[in-house]
């Protein structure tokens, strides 16, 4: 379960890939699951429905 102004870590799906970091700008489904509006660290904006590769990062809280 997401809110906006979390942290959403996407893993690579590769070893060269790298990880992809965002904010989730907006959830659009119910009770905080996906899809979420995600700003990238490097700018781009896209609807987001991830799969099982991913991490959320509660707002004010880092990764463990």
């Known amino acids: 379960m997401a809110s906006?102004?979390?942290r959403i870590i996407i893993r690579g799906r590769t070893v060269e890939s790298p990880d992809r970091h965002g904010e989730i700008?907006?959830?659009r489904g119910a009770d905080g699951g996906p899809p979420y509006f995600?700003?990238?660290d490097?700018?781009?904006t896209t609807l987001v429905y991830p799969g099982t590769?991913?991490?959320i990062e509660r707002a004010g809280e880092?990764?463990?």
């Open 62 to 64: 880092s990764a463990r």
């Open 25 to 27: 700008t907006e959830v």
């Open 38 to 40: 995600v700003r990238f």
């Open 42 to 44: 490097d700018g781009h």
């Open 53 to 55: 590769d991913f991490v």
């Open 4 to 6: 906006p102004g979390d």
